[in-house]
């Protein structure tokens, strides 16, 4: 079985550009989530999706959005960059977002901001 | 609210030698507790996690973590080091409630192994 999968693997934009990342989950798994890893704040939760409706939200600002497809495949944007948005993206997928479940993650998109 | 620390940002120990890793949780119930590794340039890999069923865990690469309810404790151990092992590793806590469905991580220990 195919693992989580994360494109593009690496970006770099500019200050004030918008970006789009995406976000392919293990077969079958309905419910994915994104985390934002920075070597300051560590791994934080920015929302979760569950068959294409946002399930849950972190504590981000609302230039962060992110959708979910009929297929479970799941996008992130990121409007209006910034700086401090420069870190590496994580997408973990799961089978329906139980407590119980393991998140399986995906390699990650890392993002430089100039 | 849920919360994790985790002792120590740096361990270092020389090849066979035990590791010892500590995770202490903060939750007012049960807590699912897990444990992830992450390797340079990768995304994060399980290692194992407790949900509630036995307090020793055995995960994978012959890691295990105990439960301490009592010390609101999931330390992480191996009893020998390997090369292999040197990584950084991720106590996190399955948000309950409100945060019902996200994962609350620690601020990461990285492990060197010593030859």
């Known amino acids: 079985k195919a693992g989580v999968t994360q494109t593009p693997r690496y970006l770099i934009k500019t200050r004030g550009q918008q970006v789009t990342l995406s976000c392919s989950p293990i077969?079958?798994?309905?419910?994915v989530s994104w985390y934002q890893q920075t070597p300051g704040q560590g791994l934080q939760f920015l929302f979760e999706?569950?068959?294409?409706?946002?399930?849950n939200k972190g504590n981000f600002p609302g230039r962060f959005s992110g959708r979910q497809f009929s297929n479970s495949r799941s996008e992130m944007n990121v409007s209006t960059l910034e700086l401090g948005d420069s870190a590496l993206y994580l997408c973990?997928?799961?089978?329906?977002?139980?407590?119980?479940?393991?998140?399986?993650f995906g390699p990650g998109t890392r993002l430089l901001v100039l | 609210a849920q919360s994790v620390t985790q002792l120590g940002s740096h361990v270092s120990v020389s090849e066979g030698a035990l590791v010892l890793l500590r995770c202490n949780y903060s939750?007012?119930?049960?807590?699912?507790l897990f444990w992830y590794v992450q390797y340079p340039n990768q995304g994060l890999q399980l290692l194992l996690k407790?949900?509630?069923?036995?307090?020793l865990v055995k995960g994978i690469n012959g890691f295990e973590a105990e439960f301490k309810k009592s010390e609101t404790s999931f330390h992480l151990t191996k009893p020998s080091a390997h090369m292999s092992d040197a990584a950084e590793y991720f106590c996190?806590?399955?948000?309950?409630?409100?945060?019902?469905?996200?994962?609350?991580f620690g601020k990461g220990t990285k492990l060197s192994v010593k030859p």
């Open positions: 973990a997928s799961s089978s329906s977002g139980g407590t119980r479940e393991t998140q399986y």
């Open positions: 077969s079958g798994h309905r419910s």
């Open positions: 999706y569950f068959s294409e409706t946002q399930r």
């Open positions: 939750s007012s119930v049960p807590p699912y």
């Open positions: 407790y949900t509630s069923a036995a307090t």
């Open positions: 996190a806590v399955m948000g309950l409630g409100g945060s019902q469905g996200n994962l609350i």
